[in-house]
């Protein structure tokens, strides 16, 4: 299996990738998911080792990172950060200079995207973006290629976001603008999408043709929608705003409702965890036009392609 190149020793948003690189982690991801499904080995990152740091708890991200080294051959530890010196006030800086004296690559899942910045700075090894306050490249890339696996051309489809203008849409707005496929954000004023990010998004949408709207209109937004996405109205480290956004975000939860307002045959995506009756209603989680527990498997294959490609 040819391992696909990268210009970017990081991956701290899909930014860091170009479109061209991004296709060819999702056809070597495929690859890889074909060869777990059928028992073949793929032993790519043999003696390699990732150490990921966490700042916030995990289940997803903990495990498909872990499981995925561990399937390619190399070894995953897993550090708290209460249980390593960073909890104690060593620097991002001297942690990623110990860290690359040890490790062929670190993940990190932290508050501050500042400190993922810092980290990769710093360290001569891979750094990944586990999730920071600003972006989840991961979450993003595997969501796209659950979309690719599905139908491999972006243009002319378009997905539609409902709730908080997080770290999770912003990720989706870059990576959707960058692969051509219309993205429409639909959150409570105060709560939309970053303006830097929402810039961005404007740009790489100019170059790929297609289009990016940010409203506060749910309607307007899930309108021809094909695909209908939701995240958590109160994300970690929030939780103390949690009522509030209970309130303010009542009317931007997917529910039968909505789903009708989309293109007919639209899916339900959602990064998971759900807050099940909050953003999202049980009977649509548990329906079949969910494809929520595709995007969760697909993490563990989009990653492996990724570690393989960054550590390989
Ligand atoms: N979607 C996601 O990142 O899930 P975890 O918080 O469980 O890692
Ligand atoms: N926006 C959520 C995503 C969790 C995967 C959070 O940051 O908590």
Redesign the pocket.
């Given at each position: 299996m040819k391992i696909p190149v990268l210009s970017s020793k990081d991956l701290l948003t899909v930014m860091s990738l170009s479109r061209k690189e991004i296709i060819s982690l999702f056809d070597f991801a495929a690859k890889l998911k074909k060869a777990q499904k059928s028992g073949k080995p793929h032993r790519l990152l043999e003696g390699k080792t990732l150490a990921m740091i966490f700042e916030?708890t995990s289940t997803?991200t903990r495990v498909s990172f872990e499981i995925g080294m561990y399937q390619l051959g190399g070894y995953a530890l897993f550090l708290s950060h209460n249980d390593i010196q960073i909890g104690r006030g060593e620097t991002i800086s001297d942690t990623a200079r110990v860290l690359s004296r040890y490790a062929d690559g670190i993940m990190i899942r932290t508050f501050s995207h500042d400190k993922v910045i810092e980290l990769a700075r710093n360290a001569d090894i891979p750094v990944i973006n586990g999730?920071s306050d600003l972006f989840?490249p991961c979450?993003a890339l595997s969501d796209l290629f659950t979309i690719y696996e599905r139908e491999p051309g972006f243009a002319g489809r378009k997905l539609a976001y409902v709730g908080?203008g997080?770290?999770?849409a912003h990720s989706l707005m870059l990576c959707s603008a960058m692969l051509g496929m219309d993205i429409a954000v639909a959150t409570p004023k105060n709560y939309q999408p970053d303006r830097e990010v929402v810039s961005m998004a404007f740009r790489l949408c100019a170059e790929s043709g297609s289009h990016v709207t940010v409203t506060t209109d749910i309607k307007m937004a899930v309108e021809n929608a094909d695909y209908l996405y939701t995240?958590?109205w109160t994300?970690?480290?929030q939780e103390r705003e949690a009522e509030k956004r209970r309130r303010v975000f009542r009317d931007y939860k997917i529910t039968r409702a909505l789903l009708s307002k989309c293109a007919d045959g639209c899916r339900v995506m959602h990064?998971?965890?759900a807050h099940r009756g909050e953003e999202i209603e049980d009977e649509v989680l548990d329906s079949d036009v969910a494809i929520v527990f595709d995007q969760a498997e697909n993490r563990l294959h989009v990653q492996k392609a990724l570690l393989c490609a960054l550590m390989g």
């Open positions: 916030k997803r999730l989840h979450q908080d997080n770290n999770v995240d958590v994300s970690m480290g990064c998971l965890p």
